[in-house]
């Protein structure tokens, strides 16, 4: 069966053909379990990272979370979490999952654009937000992501492979992320190439990982 993920140029009901999706088209996909991007479980970089020490107890940010299967495993190491989706059926399944684990997370219920918060975070967790979101406002959500994070601070991003045209999910080919996530803001490995990590996804498709450091405003 071909993912969900793969198909909105084929639900005629609500997805736009441009592309890119509101928060009505993502609740129909909910509505409509056409949620083929959903592990049903955490993904296995984050024990990875967690294992490796990459990943410490932090306050960590989880934008476009969906059900937040990661937050409830960030929320259950003893991170301080906040996560972020505009979908109804995505923050209610999260609430609900939360709260029947006696888990705490702050779960905020809004675009990711109009997400707005005092305290810089000292990590992000990335997974299948950047490719949900249409490439014309990457540059937007990139500065967004740098002003989250506090200087020094950590973006684990996870990004997607479709190599397909269009989307979402919008391809996140590595030398365009190079060019969006750069110096002097952001400090990719010395060898990315060797430190990428292949995650395999249900969709058939793959995600490329890698930890970026928010630079120091000086540098
Ligand atoms: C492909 S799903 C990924 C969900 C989750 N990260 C995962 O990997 O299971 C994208 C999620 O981002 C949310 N989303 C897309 N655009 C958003 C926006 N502009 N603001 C807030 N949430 C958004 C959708 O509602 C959906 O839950």
Request: charged share 25%; net charge negative.
């Amino acid at each position: 069966m071909e993912s969900s993920i793969s198909s909105t140029r084929r639900c005629g009901a609500c997805c736009r053909d441009h592309g890119q999706l509101s928060n009505a088209d993502w609740q129909h996909r909910y509505d409509n379990a056409m949620t083929g991007w959903d592990r049903g479980r955490p993904s296995p970089i984050l024990s990875r990272w967690v294992e490796s020490g990459d990943l410490q107890p932090c306050e960590i940010l989880v934008p476009g979370c969906g059900r937040g299967h990661e937050v409830i495993a960030f929320a259950e190491a003893g991170f301080t979490v906040t996560a972020v989706d505009f979908a109804d059926a995505a923050v209610q399944s999260l609430e609900k999952e939360l709260d029947r684990r006696g888990l705490q997370a702050n779960v905020v219920q809004t675009d990711v654009f109009a997400f707005c918060q005092s305290k810089s975070f000292d990590a992000i967790y990335e997974q299948t937000s950047l490719c949900a979101i249409d490439p014309s406002q990457w540059e937007t959500y990139q500065q967004l992501m740098a002003c989250w994070l506090r200087p020094g601070g950590k973006l684990f991003a996870c990004f997607m492979q479709s190599d397909k045209a269009g989307g979402p999910p919008f391809t996140c080919d590595i030398s365009a992320m190079r060019r969006l996530f750069e110096e002097p803001t952001w400090q990719w490995p010395d060898d990315p190439v060797a430190a990428a990590e292949r995650v395999e996804h249900p969709s058939g498709m793959h995600e490329l990982a890698y930890i970026l450091t928010r630079k120091e405003s000086e540098q």
